[in-house]
């Protein structure tokens, strides 16, 4: 299994987080971003190509170790990629990564996660 290098970017002025995979292909999994205290927003696949059991999911873990595909927000769903689109993580965890399916043939696709940091009051 193959791990894409994440990418992260930091704008401290706007309280902000994006963590970008580049080119994620066919049974990879992105490397995992450690971001606590922030609130996931959105994920987005987008740039590439995907057959029809080329997908993409968006994992979470509490503990670094158990990844589990998170739901959407919007409709329960799991956040799945089998098309460009964005969606709604539903779920706040601690670390977060994209994983594709090892049958299928996406390839050439890139993942970003935008996330806000909202601290205790």
């Known amino acids: 299994m193959a791990a894409n290098t994440v990418a992260v970017s930091l704008e401290r002025e706007s309280d902000y987080v994006i ?17 606590p205290g922030y609130e996931l927003v959105s994920a987005q696949a ?8 080329g997908e993409i999911d ?4 509490n503990d670094g170790s158990t990844y589990v ?3 959407d927000n919007v409709d329960g ?11 709604a993580p539903g779920l706040q965890t601690r670390q977060y990564r994209p994983k594709t399916a090892a049958n299928g043939s996406a390839g050439g696709v890139d993942v970003d ?9």
């Open 19 to 35: 963590a970008t995979w580049d080119n994620m292909i066919a049974d990879s999994t992105g490397e995992a971003v450690d971001l």
């Open 46 to 53: 987008k740039g590439g190509a995907y057959d029809t059991s």
């Open 58 to 61: 968006i994992e979470g873990s």
């Open 69 to 71: 595909v998170l739901p």
């Open 77 to 87: 769903s799991d956040v799945t990629f089998s098309a460009d689109g964005i969606k």
């Open 113 to 121: 996660i935008v996330a806000y940091f909202r601290p205790l009051r």
